[in-house]
């Protein structure tokens, strides 16, 4: 089962801020916290990860509270291309070959 | 970029039909994986393969199921018998195994049984 959970939807005007929050209160200390989204029936696409410290690549960030209970993803600038489901999945990621285990995601609409 | 590739996208078979999925991974990739989604439903995690051999598997990939590497370039998910209820969208995805591996997805094959 998930070890997280997430709101089953949300969304925002396109060109403004996606926060997604993320709970995964019984996370361990060797676990990570990554996001995918899958856009339509499309092959899921990794987004982002962390351990503890706060992370940015070209597409997101990610925000991991001190006690890294939560976390939320962060979209800078919406736009219609980035209606998807986004998955927070908790998993061990400093050994390879652990597999993903993919909740219901909560499903981002971003509008005109 | 490089990217995973899956054939055929669409597989159209009847019960009880012998399928084969076809999977070519990012080339310096080691650790490779079948996920399903059934329609509407989660992405289930079904098998991974390390060094020709299944490393994981879940209570999903039965007898029914086998995977294989056949050459240096593809990997591949056989069903045996097709049912009914393996009608889904199967990704293979592929990791090199190296930092905190990142699994890279396919765009999924769908496989329809009548």
């Known amino acids: 089962d998930a070890k997280t959970t997430q709101p089953p939807s949300m969304d925002c005007a396109e060109g403004r801020a996606a926060n997604l929050p993320c709970n995964h209160s019984?996370?361990?200390?060797?676990?990570?916290v990554y996001w995918y989204r899958q856009i339509h029936s499309q092959g899921p696409q990794y987004i982002i990860h962390?351990?503890?410290n706060n992370e940015t690549n070209e597409m997101a960030s990610l925000i991991i509270t001190e006690d890294r209970k939560s976390s939320t993803l962060i979209l800078p600038h919406a736009t219609l291309r980035d209606t998807a489901v986004y998955y927070c999945i908790v998993r061990a990621g400093a050994g390879a070959n652990s597999k993903l285990t993919f909740g219901k995601g909560i499903t981002l609409s971003v509008r005109p | 970029e490089p990217e995973v590739t899956q054939t055929p996208s669409h597989q159209v078979t009847q019960m009880g039909q012998e399928v084969i999925l076809r999977c070519v991974p990012i080339s310096n990739h080691l650790y490779f994986y079948w996920y399903r989604q059934i329609l509407g439903q989660k992405v289930e995690f079904l098998v991974s393969f390390y060094n020709n051999e299944i490393s994981e598997k879940s209570e999903i990939f039965d007898d029914q199921f086998s995977v294989e590497r056949p050459d240096g370039s593809n990997f591949t998910l056989k069903i045996r018998s097709t049912k009914l209820e393996d009608s889904a969208m199967y990704f293979c995805?592929?990791?090199?195994?190296?930092?905190?591996?990142?699994?890279?997805f396919g765009p999924g094959t769908r496989l329809t049984v009548l």
């Open positions: 995805a592929s990791s090199d195994g190296t930092g905190e591996d990142e699994q890279f």
């Open positions: 962390g351990l503890k």
């Open positions: 019984t996370i361990s200390g060797n676990e990570y």
